[in-house]
């Protein structure tokens, strides 16, 4: 269970923070960012385009991961006046989700480095809506090298 207090990045300033643009931002804050770790917020929504039957698809869940993940790495190169580098997801390991949650409520996410190579990290995602673990998974994600 993940417990957050007010946002250190809100909806209105976090396109500086990820690379991703509408329609398929799922990030709407973040609560948390050091050098290991991120706690995310994202608003679930009818209308948002990984939203199917008034819930976040699996889709939703794993991209949700990455980017607040990415929200990570945003967090420091802006720290560090630099522009958000592009990530790619390699590869997925041990993903379970339990359950898909319903559109009108906040999903928190813990992403935590465990190791980082160069331009490869693989973290350990945890997602939560209303106290109950949406999903977990390791992830390897590449960065892009900014030009």
């Not at 945003?74 to 990530?87: F, H, I, L, Q, T």
């Not at 465990?114 to 960065?143: G, H």
Request: contains cysteine.
């Amino acid at each position: 269970m993940i417990k957050v207090d007010k946002a250190i990045i809100d909806k209105e300033q976090i396109l500086n923070y990820i690379p991703q643009r509408p329609p398929i931002v799922l990030v709407s804050r973040i609560y948390k960012a050091d050098d290991v770790s991120v706690i995310s917020g994202f608003d679930i929504s009818n209308d948002h385009i990984l939203t199917q039957n008034k819930r976040l698809t699996e889709s939703g869940i794993v991209e949700n991961m990455a980017q607040t993940a990415a929200a990570r790495a945003g967090y420091e190169a802006v720290k560090n006046n630099s522009k958000p580098a592009v990530g790619f997801i390699g590869n997925i390991k041990d993903l379970v989700i339990h359950f898909l949650p319903e559109s009108g409520n906040e999903v928190l996410t813990e992403v935590s480095t465990k190791t980082q190579v160069m331009n490869v990290s693989i973290v350990e995602a945890k997602s939560w809506c209303n106290d109950r673990l949406v999903a977990s998974c390791e992830m390897k994600i590449f960065l892009q090298e900014n030009a």
